[in-house]
């Protein structure tokens, strides 16, 4: 359903933008983020976006990451700037939904991840 990719490899400093492409509209509905996930460490929230314009970022990327979509695309971006060589992970794009007789089923999609290293 999700298909990530931009990643690579960068130098301290310098800039990436991962895109995350899905076959139908499921970025606005619910809420739709980045993940990240580092040799040895659990998963972790990078940035996410809610279907009300609400954004929330982990404190680690505050400032230097943003997280977008384009709906018309159905697509998510995250803009990363400034990128340091904790950043060095496989980042995952994720879309959800809660189920509710309003809007409908919910889902929980996952892309499949795009490496992103930082290094010199």
């Known amino acids: 359903q999700l298909q990530a990719s931009g990643g690579g490899l960068v130098q301290p400093g310098g800039s990436l933008r991962l895109d995350c492409a899905a076959s139908?509209?499921?970025?606005?509905?619910?809420?739709a983020g980045w993940y990240r996930q580092a040799p040895g460490k659990e998963r972790e929230l990078v940035a996410i976006?809610?279907?009300?314009?609400?954004?929330n970022y982990a404190d680690s990327v505050k400032g230097r990451f943003t997280i977008s979509r384009d709906d018309a695309k159905n697509i998510l971006y995250l803009q990363m700037n400034s990128l340091k060589p904790d950043d060095t992970a496989v980042y995952y794009c994720r879309a959800r939904k809660i189920s509710s007789l309003a809007s409908g089923p919910g889902y929980d999609y996952w892309g499949q991840g795009t490496q992103v290293t930082v290094s010199s």
């Open positions: 976006d809610f279907s009300g314009g609400r954004t």
């Open positions: 139908k509209r499921v970025f606005s509905l619910g809420e």
